[in-house]
């Protein structure tokens, strides 16, 4: 059996970062980004309520949405190279996975870490423990 995971992740991240500047999620904070040229789309610091400062939330949003997208992608690609050489994907890493994506179904239940990355992260559990168990 082939196993998938590396691409699954590079997948979720393409689309996560394309669907984060389509114009059904946040085109309209992204065009004023590059009318920055991406530059100082925030002012960082200086938004935080601590500060007396007012946050925009849907330009943070929109930024994390991208970036988290962006960074599943060289994720993805390292968990394919350990896939394609046959190292053991490590267990803590696939925990740790697991742990990250239920926190993110508990804090947003109605999203794609529900219906996509936590049956992934299942499944790469399971997988692991099934070649585990195979190869004693």
């Known amino acids: 059996m082939k196993i998938v995971h590396g691409k699954i992740l590079i997948f979720f991240g393409v689309v996560h970062s394309l669907l984060g500047i389509s114009p059904w999620a946040f085109w ?3 065009s004023g ?7 100082k789309i925030s002012e960082g610091l200086f938004e935080f309520p601590l ?3 007012q946050m925009n939330y849907e330009n943070f949003a929109a930024f994390w ?3 988290f997208g962006l960074l599943l992608i060289p ?3 390292l968990v394919n190279h350990a896939e394609k050489t046959n190292v053991q994907i490590p267990k803590n890493f696939m925990l740790v996975y697991l742990i990250i994506v239920g926190i993110g179904v508990y804090m947003i239940p109605f999203s794609g870490m529900t219906f996509l990355m936590l049956p992934h992260a299942i499944y790469m559990l399971y ?7 195979t190869s004693k």
């Not at 980004?33 to 530059?39: I, L, P, R, Y």
């Not at 997988?127 to 168990?133: L, V």
């Open 28 to 30: 309209k904070q992204f």
């Open 33 to 39: 980004f590059a009318d920055k040229f991406f530059f």
């Open 51 to 53: 500060l007396d400062g």
């Open 65 to 67: 949405f991208f970036y």
């Open 75 to 77: 994720m993805g690609i």
């Open 127 to 133: 997988n692991s423990n099934k070649i585990h168990n």
